[in-house]
């Protein structure tokens, strides 16, 4: 599959996952596309905790007990950023778009091996969930989980995905929102 392929077909999927399994070597390869993404000033904040252990798979599953993809996934990557990272331009910090890019490449990954996932950012910032999966990860003080991806092997084989708004309504050439956009 090509990468326009990987863009059109990525899709958040929340449903329930099979039982077939997800390698090793998958998830290596996966998280090594994440971990090529660019980031500020060539600082490679983002850290990856790769969760594919049988018992430790369960131990995150109860975790977010409405989020099918959570409770079926058969691996779990989860972006690790470091709250007490020193600046690295001046006064500023990109760990957000470091692991946002690095995170990108890893969805489109997941696709392109056929697999499904879906991007879990807003549930880690509530009601300590972050601190319980830093928990269960072992993360020493000042590392935050910060996105967590269950990924598996989609159950529902041809699940309804959002429409996206056209080209027109949000890009132009030159201008923002000038004329027509295939000039």
Same mark, same amino acid.
């Given at each position: ?55 430790? $798979? /369960? *131990? ?7 989020? =099918?993809?959570?409770?079926?996934? !058969? ?68 590392? $935050? /989980? *910060? ?7 989609? =159950?529902?084989?041809?699940?309804? !995905? ?22």
């Amino acid at each position: 599959m090509d990468v326009f392929e990987a863009i059109e077909k990525r899709h958040s999927y929340r449903g329930p996952f099979t039982d077939d399994p997800v390698s090793r070597d998958d998830l290596r390869r996966i998280v090594q596309a994440g971990l090529l993404a660019p980031s500020g000033c060539n600082a490679q904040t983002t850290t990856f905790v790769i969760v594919d252990e049988a018992a430790e $798979v /369960a *131990r995150l599953r109860d975790l977010h007990p409405r989020n =099918q993809a959570m409770r079926s996934a !058969r691996a779990y990557i989860v972006g690790v950023v470091d709250k007490t990272a020193p600046p690295v331009y001046e006064e500023l910090s990109f760990q957000v778009e470091d692991y946002s890019a690095a995170v990108e490449n890893i969805l489109l990954a997941v696709t392109a091996l056929g697999y499904a996932t879906v991007w879990i950012d807003g549930w880690l910032r509530r009601e300590g969930h972050a601190e319980r999966i830093g928990e269960a990860l072992g993360l020493p003080e000042g590392k $935050v /989980a *910060r996105v967590i991806l269950p990924i598996g092997v989609a =159950q529902e084989t041809n699940p309804k !995905r959002p429409e996206k708004k056209p080209f027109e309504e949000r890009a132009w050439f030159n201008r923002y929102g000038a004329g027509d956009a295939s000039a």
